[in-house]
């Protein structure tokens, strides 16, 4: 498939995170931002390691892009910060690691690090896709919350002596690693709305799959494979699917595929395209219980979506159980209008509808 690396782009003018952002990941983030001393939390955290010394460490042993280092993945990566809009186009660090790998890092200045294996796996377009992944997660602030994840993994290698520290620590990881998972479907659609080719953006995740041998593959079995994964499987598949995901900081390479292919066939990405997104002037308008609303909805869509047994039967009991309480707030409900809540309906100045 031909590249296109010197073709115009689409610029998003004061494009807001919100464009692109999971609704689950957006809720997240909003509740967050919205905690009281959230700040000084973040700040208690920072404190254990200077950021200056995380950057140092990249300084040191990596090699930093620039026009002279890496040029065209510098033109790459001024493309994406002109693309999303950024004020200040961060700096890209290259690792020496075969383990493909790409990481935004930082809470004041954040910064990006990409691994040789990533750098010698994708081709010019996937590379532009890579890195307006990361670029949206720096617009977005996940780089502040993924540097946080990487404490909190340091501090419980710390406390793993303390029962009930451990227990603790697990309990906040296993949380932020949910969010971090959905804060990868986001970024996913920020390098594609970077590029501008789902046929590149599709090509490099099948490729953190499969490998750089790309005439062995082919995108449509890996959508079909996708499918499969998504709804296959006995109880005991369901179950093994759990286990597997709870611990993973990515979404397994299928699941984001076939997530962006549906963020895709929705006519999600084209809106944009076209110039129809929030701004970032709209940002401080955004309601805590409007997002946790948005996040809510895509967890039902996903449930009602998937045919997995263990999903189909969880849904089962929770559509019951919401029945029950439906029923029984109804059957309170007659009770108190029907004489049970006099004395509240005198208090309340009129009689109850």
């Avoid at 494009?15 to 919205?34: F, K, T, W």
């Avoid at 993924?146 to 296993?174: D, F, N, Y």
């Avoid at 099948?206 to 499969?228: C, H, I, T, W, Y």
């Avoid at 595929?257 to 940002?283: C, F, M, N, T």
Wanted: aromatic fraction near 8%.
């Amino acid at each position: 498939m031909a590249n296109s690396p010197d073709r115009v782009r689409v610029r998003l003018s004061e494009i807001s995170p919100r464009a692109y952002e999971h609704p689950a990941d957006r809720g997240a983030l909003v509740a967050l931002r919205s905690l009281t001393g959230f700040d000084t939390l973040v700040k208690s955290l920072f404190g254990r390691i200077n950021e200056r010394t995380l950057r140092l460490m990249f300084l040191s042993s990596a090699v930093r892009v620039s026009p002279t280092q890496f040029p065209e993945l510098h033109d790459y990566l001024r493309d994406a910060a002109y693309v999303l809009d950024l004020d200040e186009v961060p700096e890209l660090y290259v690792k020496m690691d075969p383990q493909p790998n790409a990481m935004a890092i930082g809470r004041k200045k954040p910064f990006i690090v990409m691994t040789t294996g990533l750098f010698d796996l994708f081709d010019a377009e996937e590379k532009r896709f890579v890195i307006g992944h990361e670029v949206g997660h720096v617009l977005s602030g996940h780089s502040l919350y993924r540097t946080l994840l990487l404490l909190l993994v340091w501090l419980s290698t710390k406390i793993m002596w303390i029962p009930l520290g451990a227990i603790a620590i697990q309990a906040i990881l296993s949380g932020l690693r949910e969010w971090q998972r959905k804060s990868e479907l986001s970024s996913d659609r920020a390098g594609l709305l970077t590029c501008q080719n789902p046929d590149a953006a599709k090509r490099a995740l099948m490729k953190l799959a499969g490998g750089s041998n790309l005439s062995q593959m082919n995108p449509d079995a890996f959508m079909e494979q996708a499918r499969e994964y998504e709804g296959g499987g006995d109880a005991v598949d369901s179950v093994l699917k759990l286990m597997t995901t709870l611990p993973a900081s990515h979404p397994f390479a299928v699941v984001r595929v076939a997530e962006l292919h549906r963020w895709v066939e929705k006519g999600d990405y084209q809106r944009i395209i076209d110039g129809d997104y929030p701004r970032r002037s709209s940002d401080r308008d955004t309601k805590v219980t409007e997002e946790a609303g948005h996040a809510a909805r895509s967890y039902r869509e996903e449930w009602n979506r998937t045919s997995d047994p263990l999903v189909t039967t969880l849904r089962g009991v929770a559509d019951g159980a919401g029945r029950a309480g439906g029923r029984l707030f109804d059957s309170v409900a007659d009770r108190w209008r029907n004489g049970g809540g006099q004395n509240g309906s005198t208090q309340g100045g009129g009689e109850s509808n």
